[in-house]
């Protein structure tokens, strides 16, 4: 609770507080995040489902994330469990876990949009409309993307998204995208 009114405070202080958590987010997505955002187990997770899921059309899109949604909160549920039980899902805890609070969820998109693998749930499962995959894997290597703090229900904290392209390393290839939830109050903490 202690860390969520910590939050909610630099929140409300305004512009000066999200310069400071972008830069924030800058500095750690260069520090900690780029030494593993393109590991070979997330790639071949992400290499994988571009194989299964490049013919799907918008109409299956939708009718997955719509039942992703019905299921949200039951993680033995077919479409949840799937993404949240592989190697992928497993490499993202231990970073979320060795993050030492400042990553509260991450998780993995393929070509389309489509959660590949996440340490918790998301709250939906296609990100493919959203500022987190438009700004990255569209725009190819390199592509970043920092949100503004919000109140994130997936992971019940005041928190930014740091958001990146994924690309295979062996063929330059862009294959998806993967965003880190991070904690505003852990990440700032951790900056000073």
């Known amino acids: 609770m202690k860390h969520i009114f910590a939050a909610a405070l630099l929140f409300v202080a305004g512009t000066a507080q999200a310069d400071e958590f972008q830069d924030a987010m800058q500095n750690y997505l260069e520090t900690h995040v780029q030494g593993w955002m393109n590991d070979p187990v997330l790639v071949a997770a992400i290499a994988a489902q571009n194989g299964v899921t490049a013919s799907y059309d918008q109409a299956q899109i939708d009718t997955m994330d719509q039942m992703w949604?019905?299921?949200?909160?039951?993680?033995?549920?077919?479409?949840?469990?799937?993404?949240?039980?592989?190697?992928?899902?497993?490499?993202?805890?231990q970073q979320v876990g060795a993050s030492g609070g400042v990553i509260t969820e991450a998780f993995i998109m393929d070509a389309r949009g489509l959660n590949v693998a996440?340490?918790?749930?998301?709250?939906?499962?296609w990100q493919g409309d959203e500022e987190k995959f438009t700004l990255t894997y569209?725009?190819?290597?390199?592509?970043?993307?920092?949100?503004?703090?919000?109140?994130d229900e997936s992971s019940q904290e005041v928190q930014g998204q740091i958001?990146?392209?994924?690309?295979?390393?062996?063929?330059g290839?862009?294959?998806?995208?993967?965003?880190?939830?991070?904690?505003?109050?852990?990440?700032?903490?951790?900056?000073?």
């Open 173 to 192: 290839e862009t294959i998806g995208a993967l965003t880190v939830g991070v904690s505003l109050t852990e990440l700032l903490l951790a900056q000073n």
């Open 69 to 93: 949604i019905g299921f949200y909160g039951a993680d033995d549920a077919p479409i949840i469990a799937e993404v949240l039980n592989n190697p992928a899902a497993d490499f993202l805890r």
């Open 118 to 125: 996440a340490a918790v749930a998301t709250s939906d499962y």
């Open 163 to 171: 958001s990146v392209a994924v690309t295979d390393t062996a063929t």
């Open 138 to 151: 569209p725009l190819g290597a390199g592509a970043a993307h920092f949100s503004d703090p919000e109140y």
